[in-house]
């Protein structure tokens, strides 16, 4: 299984750092000016930008740092930067802060890390509760953004949240631990449903609902994945009842999500609606999450047999030159839980990014 994994890694790989746009786009971008709800955003296609599929792109490729076999690919991280920087950068926000996870370790990249950690902590917007507004770049550019007012999404998570525990970590900054730390307590407080242990898309503060109240695969995913990820980031630094909320949330979720899981391997774009079609990114984040969460003992090996049947899946969804298939495309939070079903399958960053993070955990796996 280690040589299948490799093998195609490699491919996923090439494809991720080769990715073309999709053959359909002219179709895709007729489909879009039904509604961006239908998930067309030019962004989301390989690594020209500097986004939040990007940044996806960058953790994935730094999580084969060391690992047997693979290049490291700091040198491409510089290269990537300086060629963005040179280009422009887009406003500041919460889904472009993403490529800071992994830059952030750059020596040439610690001056803008700061300057976008002063951004987090003192300028972006805030809802009531003092959440992290989820603002996006313009749907069409760069220069422009979605304010999502008064709304807090799942999403934000790993976006932002991470970048700032990661932060805080490595410069011993008690302040930046501590808004991560909150920002997890919140997330969970208003976006987690107890009723069965799976979140929400987001949260409204301003009508006070939880939109459609549609537990949407990728977004749940990005919690499966986070919560690990912080752990292994702020070790002891999570305070003692902060890390026993967002434990007990984890492992609840993982739970409720393997007595989801299709017969397939997959996970359902919509987790508890077994008519919603089956998706390769989000059920690839959860499946290192609970991955992740093995390695790090947050879970026992029992949690191994799902991740196996979920790992074969994923493999069927490569193809011969790497891309990874059925990734729904970007998805904005929708009017109606039917709405996710209408988001459109193609190629993307991300989608080739967290197939990236689920092979490489699974390196750590001989188990497996």
């Known amino acids: 299984?280690?040589?299948?994994?490799?093998?195609?890694?490699?491919?996923?790989?090439?494809?991720?750092?080769?990715?073309?746009?999709?053959?359909?786009?002219?179709?895709?971008?007729?489909?879009?000016?039904?509604?961006?709800?239908?998930?067309?955003?030019?962004?989301?296609?390989?690594?020209?930008?500097?986004?939040?599929?990007?940044?996806?792109?960058?953790?994935?490729?730094?999580?084969?740092?060391?690992?047997?076999?693979?290049?490291?690919?700091?040198?491409?991280?510089?290269?990537?930067?300086?060629?963005?920087?040179?280009?422009?950068?887009?406003?500041?926000?919460?889904?472009?802060?993403?490529?800071?996870?992994?830059?952030?370790?750059?020596?040439?990249?610690?001056?803008?890390?700061?300057?976008?950690?002063?951004?987090?902590?003192?300028?972006?917007?805030?809802?009531?509760?003092?959440?992290?507004?989820?603002?996006?770049?313009?749907?069409?550019?760069?220069?422009?953004?979605n304010l999502h007012d008064q709304e807090i999404w799942i999403d934000t998570l790993f976006m932002v949240v991470l970048f700032t525990a990661k932060m805080g970590k490595t410069y011993d900054n008690p302040v930046w631990m501590n808004e991560a730390a909150y920002q997890f307590e919140l997330h969970i407080q208003r976006i987690f449903n107890p009723d069965n242990s799976l979140f929400f898309h987001g949260y409204d503060f301003n009508h006070g609902n939880n939109f459609s109240e549609a537990h949407w695969c990728r977004g749940n995913s990005w919690f499966t994945l986070a919560a690990p990820e912080l752990f292994e980031i702020m070790q002891d630094s999570i305070p003692a009842q902060t890390r026993d909320l967002i434990l007990r949330t984890y492992k609840a979720q993982v739970d409720k999500l393997v007595e989801l899981q299709h017969e397939n391997g997959l996970w359902h774009t919509l987790l508890d609606d077994r008519d919603s079609y089956t998706e390769v990114s989000g059920s690839a984040a959860i499946t290192a999450g609970i991955l992740k969460g093995i390695r790090l003992g947050l879970l026992d090996?029992?949690?191994?047999?799902?991740?196996?049947?979920?790992?074969?899946?994923?493999?069927?969804?490569?193809?011969?030159?790497?891309?990874?298939?059925?990734?729904?495309?970007?998805?904005?939070?929708?009017?109606?839980?039917?709405?996710?079903?209408?988001?459109?399958?193609?190629?993307?960053?991300?989608?080739?990014?967290?197939?990236?993070?689920?092979l490489a955990e699974a390196l750590y796996h001989a188990e497996l």
């Not at 799902?306 to 059925?326: F, H």
């Open 1 to 145: 299984m280690r040589e299948i994994i490799q093998h195609e890694l490699k491919k996923v790989i090439n494809q991720l750092l080769h990715l073309k746009r999709p053959d359909n786009e002219v179709h895709l971008k007729e489909l879009s000016d039904e509604g961006t709800a239908l998930g067309y955003f030019p962004r989301d296609f390989g690594m020209d930008e500097w986004d939040w599929p990007q940044g996806i792109g960058l953790y994935g490729l730094n999580k084969l740092t060391n690992q047997e076999g693979f290049d490291g690919y700091r040198d491409f991280f510089v290269k990537w930067t300086k060629e963005q920087m040179e280009r422009g950068l887009p406003l500041k926000n919460v889904n472009t802060t993403a490529p800071l996870l992994t830059l952030m370790d750059l020596p040439e990249v610690e001056a803008l890390a700061q300057e976008w950690m002063q951004w987090v902590i003192n300028e972006c917007p805030r809802t009531k509760e003092n959440g992290i507004q989820h603002v996006t770049s313009g749907n069409t550019s760069k220069y422009e953004l």
């Open 301 to 358: 090996s029992g949690y191994l047999a799902p991740c196996r049947k979920a790992i074969a899946a994923v493999l069927k969804n490569i193809s011969e030159d790497g891309t990874v298939s059925n990734v729904s495309a970007g998805t904005p939070i929708c009017a109606r839980k039917e709405d996710y079903k209408n988001i459109v399958f193609a190629p993307t960053a991300y989608g080739q990014a967290l197939v990236i993070v689920l």
